[in-house]
């Protein structure tokens, strides 16, 4: 199998995160990636190779042009004015509840703020997302990460791995947030529409309900969500994510979102997937993007699902088993020690060769 991965992403290298307001070491860090990167040369089935670059235009057909430019210049502002922080982090949010009873076209005509602080709450959902001096160049190298997989892909290879770090799956059209800054794979799936016109079927395994992935294809009929995810009323990003989110306007019942209950192990949660494989399989389109995380792993130190090793080999199995192509990228997963043999786990069940060793 192909895997798609670039040195760009340790730009990307947040020491701490904020939880509840308190200083913590950092989750999403480099050495995930360098963890799998390692699994997969070890194991000798994976050929690595580097991204290509793709530039802007596919960020822009998902994303806001103005999160793109806060991307670009939020570090360069931090120094600008002289904010002495390792990390940006908003600490003022425009939730809804501070516009109540002012117009939509009111609301929607309140000015971008200059200091960056406000510029950061404004593009972003939460407080444990570090931006740092890299998390531009790394969160571009993951979109060409992303980009070079469905080349592949459509090139004609069955199935491509693209470890995309940082994640993607939380940041929605005009938001960064839970550690994503531009949506990996809702810009995979748009560049797949693009270029073959036909549909295409996320499917999202990570722990987190993918919000970003769910609202930019909110209203759309042609990109089809499907989510298993811990319930939101327990875990982030704890406002959507629930069962009878359905999409609106053309997107109707093209999202699909299963909760499921804490501690959830491998037989409840593959239950589920069949449930979800049944609805993509029912759907037009030979291209299914998978948003793949480790972090339903049983000893994720922030999921709190259950799942094993040898779950991840029969969920590669039975999404492989679909049929269809894959664009598989990496979102979360956080319990270093096992990333690199729970990715193996499932890229080698999708790929038809579970317990299998060697090329
Ligand atoms: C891509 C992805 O997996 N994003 C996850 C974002 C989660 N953000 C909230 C993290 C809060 C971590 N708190 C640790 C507390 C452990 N009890
Ligand atoms: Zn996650």
Known sequence: MKAVLSDR?????????????????????PERAEMIRAALVEDGGFELTEPTDHGLDPILAVHDAGLVRFMEEAWPEVQRQRIDREFLVADTYPVRNLFDGMSEELIAARPEPVAIGGRVAWWGLDSSNPLVEGSYDAARSAVDVALTAVDLVLGGESVAYGLCRPPGHHAARAMAGGYCFFNNAAIAAQSIVDRTGEQVAILDVDVHHGNGTQQIFWRRGDVAYASLHADPRRLYPFFLGHADEVGEGPGRRANLNLPQPLRADDATYLRDLDRALEWIG????????VSLGFDTYELDPIGDLALTTDG?????????????????????????PTLG?????????????AGVSGP
Request: proline share 6%.
């Open 9 to 29: 992403h340790r730009a990307h290298d947040p020491k701490v995160e904020t939880y509840l307001g308190v200083p913590v070491p950092a989750n999403e860090v």
């Open 282 to 289: 029912s759907r037009p389109g030979s291209v299914v993007v």
């Open 312 to 336: 991840y080999a029969e969920m590669g199995r039975r999404v492989g088993a679909l049929g269809r192509r894959l664009v598989v990228l990496q979102e979360g997963g956080y319990h270093l």
């Open 341 to 353: 043999a729970n990715a193996v786990s499932w890229l080698r069940g999708a790929d038809g060769r």
